[in-house]
């Protein structure tokens, strides 16, 4: 395959953790600016839904990334289908709430799959590409999580801290090309994966008093962000004071965020 494109043919776009949430709204955002979309996710019905709304602009991988054999093993087929790959998404997540005492081995090495070590893998395979075009984007949605670690979610707040780091270096080590690294720091957002957190832990009073995002307006950010050039967003706006006042925004967090019952 080669990894030139003729100007006019569409971007391609890889969207991991695409069924829903994000994701999905990151699919559409994509799809209706007129670019093909490469969605992966396990949750093949949702994708296919996905599919049926928005015709063939869009195509269906489905992938456990969680198994590193699956990481990357679609990745030849999705650009023999629509070239090679221009922006990058990694957005699949896996979140984990529940005391880090009581978390299993297994269910941690699976979220350092999907989250951190998963996202440093199709980066690896897609960055020589996008350096030989010297032009792409790299897209890391890590969460307001790296920048205030949240008790009961050790092991997520840890990943995404990973991935929000690498983005820096990598950043900084593409700084002389045309290849362009978005982080994006996502607070509260009305997900369904927000929703099974609170499930776990029902948010205070006080949580519940905090601006919850929209996956539909962030996908619309990021989008915007990309074609900017931007380095990093925070989004809802209202949690950057995370990035800049770490001290009271970790004790904010201690303050605020109830601990996971005890499964004891």
Not at 107 to 129: C, T, Y
Not at 223 to 235: G, L, P, Q, W
Request: positive net charge; contains cysteine.
């Amino acid at each position: 395959m080669s990894d030139e494109r003729p100007a006019a043919e569409p971007a391609h776009v890889v969207v991991t953790g695409a069924s829903s949430g994000i994701g999905a709204a990151l699919v559409r955002e994509y799809a209706g600016s007129g670019a093909r979309v490469t969605m992966v996710a396990r949750r093949g019905a949702l994708l296919e839904q996905l599919a049926a709304e928005l015709g063939d602009r869009v195509a269906v991988v489905l992938a456990d990334l969680s198994r590193p054999e699956q990481a990357t093993a679609w990745l030849d087929g999705a650009q023999a289908r629509f070239g090679p790959v221009d922006t990058l998404i990694n957005n699949a997540g896996v979140q984990i709430v529940a005391r880090t005492v009581e978390v299993e081995c297994d269910a941690m090495r699976s979220l350092f799959e999907v989250d951190l070590l998963s996202p440093l893998a199709l980066i690896q395979r897609v960055l020589p590409g996008m350096l030989a075009r010297d032009r792409g984007a790299i897209v890391n949605i890590a969460s307001l999580a790296a920048l205030a670690p949240t008790p009961g979610m050790t092991h997520y707040s840890a990943a995404k801290a990973g991935i929000a780091a690498a983005s820096e270096c990598l950043r900084g080590e593409l700084r002389e090309t045309g290849v362009r690294v978005l982080t994006v720091y996502p607070g509260p957002v009305d997900t369904p994966m927000a929703r099974a957190a609170y499930d776990v832990v029902p948010p205070t009073t006080a949580v519940k008093l905090l601006p919850e995002g929209v996956p539909t307006v962030l996908a619309r950010r990021i989008r915007m962000a990309v074609e900017r050039r931007r380095a990093r967003i925070v989004y809802p706006r209202v949690y950057v004071l995370a990035r800049h006042t770490p001290a009271l925004t970790r004790m904010m967090m201690d303050a605020m965020t109830p601990l996971p019952p005890s499964r004891a």
